[in-house]
Every structure is written in C-alpha cells, then in structure tokens.
C-alpha cells in the first residue's frame, strides 16, 4: 500500500468520527458497525455484577452530586468544591431524568464510562489505526477503568479532552478549544492544557517580532498577576486542604501516636510542620524543603502507579486486562518498519492534555489521575502497530472483535465482596422510610455527605470537623443540635473523640442524651434520637462493638 492509499484510506477512517461532533447524528462506517457493537457487548461483560462489586464513595463526588441537585432545584449550587461548574450542571442534567439520588450516581458514572470508551475507539480510529486495534485498546481501557477508581470530574473532563482530539483530527481547532475549555469548567487543571495547546497551534503563524514579543511579555504579565495578586494567597481554599490532607497522611504514618483522623484532622498534622501557613504559596515561602520533599515523595511513586496499572488484572479475571496489553506489544514486536512516524500520530491536543497532571502533584497519586498518561501511550501503541501490521480485511476485523467478545462472556466476574458504604446506606434508607412525613435530620458524622444519599432536602450533614479542641462531646452535639449521630471508623479515628470520656459514655449509655441505637454493623452505627435526656450517674448497657 503505498502511501497516498494510506492517507485515503485514514481520512475515510476520520470521516465519520468528524461528523461525531457535527449537530446531526453521524452514521458509522460499515466497517466499525461490527466492532462498536462488539465494544458494547464487551463493556455489558465487564460490568456484569457492577452493583455487587462497587462501593459508594464519598465526600467528592457526594458533593458534586448535591450541588448538581441545588442547581436544578434552587438554581444555586453553593458547592464546597468550587471549580467545576460543568460538572455540577452535568449532574443536574442526571437529575433531572432520573429522580433517585443514589441511581442517579451510578447513572453518571456508567454514562460517562460508556462515553469515554466509546471516543477512545473513536480517537484510536482517528489515529489511523485499524477496527481491531481500536477495539483492543477502548476494550482494555474500560476494564482499567472500572477496576481501579470510582466516578471522578476527572474522567468527565477526559471526555471532553477526547471530544476536543476528534475535532482536532477533523481539522476543526475552534471547536477542539472549545472543547478544552469545556473541560477545564470541570476541571480547573485543563486550563493549562489550553493555554499550552492554543500557543503551539499560534506559534508557527505568528511573525518573529510577535513571538519575541510573546516570549518577554508572558513571564512578565505572569509575574506581575502573581506579585499583585500576592504569592502568600497562591493555593488557597480547595487546593490549600486537598494538600493538607494528603501531607497529613504521611505525617500520621511517620506519627501513629498521634492517632489522628487525616481527612478529618490535617489541621493538626499540617501545623506541626507548616505553623500559621494557610495556603501552598505560604508553604513555599516558609517551609519550601518540606514542600518539595512532599511533591518528589509523590512524583517517584508515579512510574510504579503507571506500572501497576498496565499490568493490572481486568475485572473478569487475571488474563484478559495483561492479555489485551499483550496483543499490542506482540504486534509491535512483529515490526518489520521503524516505528518513529507512527507515534506522531498521536493527537498534539492529548500529548499537551497531559499536563493537566502537574496540579495532582500536591496529593497522593491515583489512577485518575496517570490514566491520560498510560491514554496517551496506549494510543501510540496502537498506531504503531497498525502501520507495522498489515491490513487486515473488515470481514476479519470484525470476526476477531467478535471472537474476543465472546470469550469476555466465559470469564466469570470477580466475587462479590463486603460493601460496608452501601450497605450501611440501605439501612439508612430503611430507617428512613419509617419517619413521618416532614422529618428533618441533623446527622453529625466525620465522613461527609452521607444525607445526600438519603434525601437532599430532609437530611443535614453535620460534620465532627467543627468540633473545637476542648469542646466536649456531648456540649457538641447540643451545640450543633444533632438528633442523628452515625459513628464509623473514621469517627472512631478522630483525635476530636479520642479519649474523650463524653464519647465513651454516649457510646456505652446513648439515653443520656435521648439517643436510642437503631443498628450497628462491622462498619457503623446510627443513633437516632427519640426521647429527652436521661440522668446517666453510671455508664449501664453493653458498649456497641467497635466499627
């Protein structure tokens, strides 16, 4: 095939996926019909028992999810996480068609899991490379996904980064940019992939008088915005606690006498080393060693992080995630051209995209955060072995993709395992159930967002953060008049009710404050309160069991 074929044969592989993003819906090649369906059929495999074998998560996306709830309800989201517009008012959209709060998480997180792997087979195509491989690589992608991390902004942002590289390759760069600053509305960290990606794309029409301009006057705007704006209020807020409570898991790790709750008590930790710092910039200013200790601490455990998931078992069993990620180096190794080209034709949008990893550098790494990377490498994986491997036919593409689903089909499903979130929830919504009409709770508990779950209206968070040092436990609870108390692990942890002979006492005897236990399990206890204060002189009952 010579080479002008091979650029026919590329932007007829393009075409359809550059009427993806056009307002009318696209058709797909003959030739991809088989192998999305089979994409399809692969990502319904992989899920199979989704709700057996995935816990809840809290606090972040329980956020997100009551602030999508006040913008559609109240036209204000109010969110503690600011930052991520888009994504609140994509999770008011899922409100809006689905009215159970809690199916309305799962709803989002299969939407934008299915979304994503489906423009990863799309991007991949795009690329140049064939039905098959495309096929291999969203098929592997989605079983890291869905074995690694819970539904995260980032995955949603990523979304748009891919829509952004489709309309790249379709040669449409106002629309990629606005797709870009459409992730970084749910993303904040994106908006230096757009800054990146908008000055290459500039660069070569610019005149040298301009680009010198550019290259003195950036840094100069950049550095006058940051003495005005004043270096000590660099990394406040959101970015300033993500920080703290990650610092403070190393520190309590190096100080287990402490025996502090880190989410909960990075105050305490973050003071002892970081005394009347309040943002990063402060940080860097006062203690700059041990912040740059933490940001190499966390940049070395990287490579292992990108490692572990490249040879991650799938969740249908050990063989299928290292299997797939075989197929690509067996075809690579079967070269029989140099593979410089080939990964060149990686989209430029993605390779800059990559950046959006440096913020994340502050916190302990996570898969959402190396997956654009191990993205990025994966594509080019992909396209150097379609142009070491010869062409395969349609008819076969498509048999192959078909044959590989069908073996997804006979690996059975990891085991179900102890969901101690969900679980503990169901029995909230039991109790919940069973109150009257009208009730309200103020459920003080150390983990956030629990109410949401069980009514966005009915149910108040009351958090064991605010609790002041000295405050005793039961001065708190009237304080902040809880008549719901949940007590997990967490809770237990907090150095805010370590010792404190008031928790042992409500723990032992909950009638001295009118609270009555309503179920305990390996995990939790809820305590709802029901009656008046009761004189408790000596502690009486069996203690609950320790979650």
């Known amino acids: 095939m010579t080479s002008s074929d091979e650029h026919l044969q590329t932007q007829r592989h393009e075409s359809w996926f550059a009427s993806c993003l056009r307002w009318r819906c696209p058709r797909p090649a003959g030739q991809d019909i088989v192998p999305l369906a089979c994409l399809l059929l692969a990502w319904l495999f992989l899920h199979r028992g989704f709700f057996r074998l995935v816990d809840i998560p809290l606090w972040d996306e329980t956020e997100y999810l009551s602030a999508g709830w006040r913008l559609l309800h109240h036209g204000a989201s109010e969110s503690l996480l600011p930052g991520s517009p888009l994504y609140e008012a994509w999770y008011a959209l899922v409100h809006l068609l689905v009215r159970d709060t809690l199916a309305v998480l799962y709803a989002q997180w299969l939407t934008v899991d299915l979304l994503v792997t489906v423009a990863i087979y799309g991007v991949t195509r795009a690329s140049g490379a064939g039905v098959l491989l495309a096929y291999v690589v969203a098929t592997y992608w989605t079983s890291l996904v869905f074995a690694w991390d819970v539904p995260r902004v980032g995955f949603f942002a990523l979304l748009l980064a891919l829509l952004a590289a489709l309309a790249e390759r379709a040669q449409r760069p106002v629309r990629a940019a606005i797709l870009l600053a459409a992730a970084a509305l749910a993303r904040p960290e994106y908006g230096l992939a757009l800054v990146l990606w908008l000055s290459i794309r500039c660069w070569p029409r610019l005149t040298r008088r301009w680009r010198r301009r550019l290259l003195l006057g950036v840094p100069l705007v950049a550095l006058v915005a940051l003495l005005l704006a004043g270096p000590s209020r660099l990394g406040e807020g959101r970015m300033w606690t993500g920080f703290a409570q990650h610092y403070s898991l190393r520190w309590a790790a190096r100080h287990p006498e402490a025996r502090i709750e880190p989410w909960s008590d990075w105050g305490m930790a973050v003071a002892a080393d970081f005394p009347g710092v309040g943002s990063v910039g402060q940080a860097l200013v006062s203690h700059p060693g041990k912040l740059w200790a933490h940001i190499a601490h966390n940049l070395l455990k990287y490579p292992g992080l990108l490692l572990g998931l490249a040879l991650s078992p799938a969740l249908p069993g050990k063989v299928v995630g290292p299997g797939l990620l ?134 108040a968070s009351l958090w064991l953060l605010r609790k002041s040092a000295g405050e005793g436990f039961l001065d708190h609870v009237r304080a902040v008049d809880a008549n719901a108390v949940l007590v997990s692990a967490s809770f237990r942890r907090s150095a805010r009710v370590n010792g404190d002979a008031e928790f042992a006492r409500f723990l032992a005897d909950p009638s001295c404050l009118g609270f009555r236990l309503v179920f305990a399990n390996q995990d939790h206890a809820f305590y709802l309160k029901s009656a008046k204060p009761q004189a408790a002189p000596a502690i009486q009952g069996r203690p609950v069991p320790d979650p």
């Open 326 to 459: 075989l197929a690509l180096l067996v075809a690579m190794a079967w070269s029989r051209k140099p593979a410089g080209p080939a990964w060149g034709a990686v989209s430029p949008l993605l390779l800059v995209s990559c950046v959006s990893i440096l913020p994340s550098l502050l916190v302990e790494p996570k898969a959402v955060y190396a997956l654009p990377v191990l993205l990025v490498l994966l594509f080019g994986m992909a396209r150097a072995a379609s142009a070491f491997v010869p062409a395969m036919r349609a008819q076969h593409a498509a048999v192959a993709c078909a044959a590989l689903t069908f073996a997804l089909w006979f690996a059975p499903p990891r085991p179900g395992r102890p969901l101690p979130v969900a679980t503990t929830l169901a029995e909230l919504q039991r109790v919940w159930s069973r109150q009257p009409s009208g009730t309200t709770w103020r459920m003080l508990e150390a983990d956030g967002g629990w109410c949401t779950y069980v009514d966005p209206e009915g149910c």
